[in-house]
């Protein structure tokens, strides 16, 4: 694969959506980024036609329960459609790919949040993914309670997994923790309790010192 899959991870709130778009306008302008063919934005649900079906389901069940195991295996569903259609045409053309939420989420959120086998989730994933893993992520890590209340600020807290309780959230923060202590090759913390543009410089710099040192990115000029 000639490009590259930047992946953005964190609890909900910890500010993800905002920060790829601001990156994407970083990009947009950067020398760097002329060493990529094109850039794409995506996520996880629903990165498909198929996967924003899968979406809706996950996110608005209505009155229907989803067992725990549905839910792992319909995000699978959604992860396996994405990197099949999306993920790795995509990286085969050569594409700067910046990500909200992969593999990581599920672990974070099906392993630490609802209690699923971790080594399960580990299986399920390499299904998911036939192997594809992000060349970089960045966890955002902010204070579960910091990060709700930017979401109640927003008006915009209401799907079925943000309507669990502060313990599930706290359990899927420990999880993000102890995935980034894991793997500390392939996940760099961001202080995402600073104000956004503050958030936005320490991303640019990991980038910068980060990418460059990967193929197919172009130091600076
Ligand atoms: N999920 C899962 O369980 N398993 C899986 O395998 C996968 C996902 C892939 C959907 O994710 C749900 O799916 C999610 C995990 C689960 N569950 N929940 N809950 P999603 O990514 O679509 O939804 P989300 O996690 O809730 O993200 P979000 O709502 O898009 O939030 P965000 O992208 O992290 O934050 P934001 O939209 O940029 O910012 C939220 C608000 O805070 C907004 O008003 C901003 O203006 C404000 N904000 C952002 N940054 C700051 C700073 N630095 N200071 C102050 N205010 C800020």
Redesign the pocket.
């Known amino acids: 694969m000639n490009g590259k899959l930047i992946v953005?991870e964190?609890?909900?709130?910890?500010?993800?959506?905002?920060?790829?778009?601001l990156c994407c306008e970083w990009l947009g302008k950067d020398v760097a980024y002329k060493a990529f063919t094109s850039m794409v934005v995506t996520?996880?649900?629903?990165g498909t036609d198929l996967g924003l079906h899968l979406?809706r389901l996950?996110?608005d069940a209505g009155e229907h329960p989803i067992a725990d195991r549905t839910?792992?295996l319909l995000?699978?569903a959604?992860?396996s459609q994405h990197v099949e259609q999306k993920l790795k045409p995509n990286l085969a053309k050569g594409a700067i790919v910046l990500c909200?939420?992969?593999?990581d989420?599920?672990i974070?959120?099906?392993g630490y949040?609802r209690g699923l086998d971790i080594n399960l989730i580990n299986q399920i994933n390499a299904i998911a993914t036939g192997g594809l893993e992000s060349d970089l992520t960045l966890w955002?890590d902010?204070n579960v309670e910091v990060?709700l209340a930017?979401?109640m600020?927003?008006g915009?807290l209401g799907?079925?997994?943000?309507k669990?309780t502060i313990a599930f959230?706290r359990r899927?923060q420990q999880g993000y923790a102890e995935l980034y202590a894991s793997y500390p090759h392939r996940i760099v913390r961001v202080d995402?309790?600073?104000?956004?543009e503050?958030?936005q410089a320490q991303i640019q710099g990991i980038l910068t010192s980060q990418l460059h040192l990967l193929e197919g990115w172009k130091k600076r000029v």
């Open positions: 953005f964190g609890v909900e709130g910890c500010g993800k959506t905002s920060q790829i778009q996520r996880e649900p629903g979406r996950l996110l839910e792992l995000f699978a959604d992860r909200d939420r992969y593999t989420s599920t974070a959120y099906q949040g955002l902010v990060a930017r979401k600020k927003s915009n799907d079925r997994l943000e669990e959230h899927v995402a309790s600073l104000e956004k503050a958030v």
